[in-house]
């Protein structure tokens, strides 16, 4: 294979673009830079990405960093359907307008409020702040509603882009689920009282299974393991996450 995709799991644009090369057919080999164990770090990683952040890809030895600009490069060399990415000016730029809305909307408030809610208390093993979670929260919540009355115009829109009446799965619905899924381990469920929300996740979700189950398999063992509550650090000579 020519095509090599470095992702963690944990990381929500690593698992977009991981779900996004086995839906779309795309042959590739994943090596797993897990962050928790600094292999993102090493020497070698950071020939690939100098930032020393996932996801990143090589191809035929090439490095492409960014998880919206590999998508994009994914769609403008590889053999896939043209939905993913449309090629008709106006869909695409739909899509690139979602994909640049998230980076400050869905995917900063999801994933800050994850962060003050659970990873932060957990690598600190100290209490939540919540003030700054409450701020989030705040935040968060109108990035939802924003999803579901301008993206998904109320439930009028089945996804992201595409023809309004019909609309079609790409690469933005997988980027937005993946974000979404994020808060669910901090005990936050994005779907609960918002059924627009709820029908769309789950309508993505099944378009994209196996895989989108088969990626977000730590996620989910970290919701049934831990129950949205911060993990306790067991202080031995290994001092790791007591599982």
Not at 154 to 161: E, F, L, M, N, P
Not at 195 to 201: A, G, I, K, N, R
Request: glycine content about 4%; hydrophobic content about 40%; aromatic content about 10%.
């Amino acid at each position: 294979m020519t095509l090599k995709v470095f992702a963690d799991l944990m990381s929500q644009p690593a698992r977009a673009v991981l779900i996004f090369v086995r839906a779309a057919g795309i042959p590739h080999e994943f090596e797993n830079v897990m962050l928790k164990e600094n292999l993102h770090k090493t020497p070698e990683y950071t020939k690939v990405n100098p930032f020393q952040v996932v996801p990143a890809i090589t191809d035929n030895g090439v490095p492409v960093i960014e998880s919206c600009s590999i998508l994009r490069y994914l769609a403008g060399t590889k053999p896939i359907e043209d939905y993913w990415y449309p090629k008709e000016p106006l869909l695409q730029a739909r899509v690139d307008s979602y994909l640049s809305w998230q980076h400050l909307n869905t995917r900063w408030n999801c994933a800050r409020y994850f962060q003050v809610s659970w990873l932060i208390p957990m690598m600190k093993q100290e209490p939540i702040d919540t003030e700054a979670q409450a701020s989030y929260l705040i935040q968060m919540e109108k990035t939802l509603t924003d999803i579901e009355n301008v993206w998904l115009e109320g439930g009028k829109r089945k996804y992201i882009a595409g023809a309004k009446e019909e609309g079609a799965l790409s690469v933005a619905d997988i980027m937005a689920c993946c974000e979404l899924e994020q808060p669910s381990m901090a005990g936050y469920d994005v779907k609960k009282g918002r059924p627009v929300l709820e029908e769309y996740m789950l309508r993505v979700k099944e378009d994209l299974n196996p895989h989108y189950d088969d990626v977000h398999k730590v996620v989910y063992m970290m919701i049934e393991k831990f129950g949205g509550q911060v993990p306790t650090i067991k202080k031995d000579k290994d001092y790791k996450i007591k599982m």
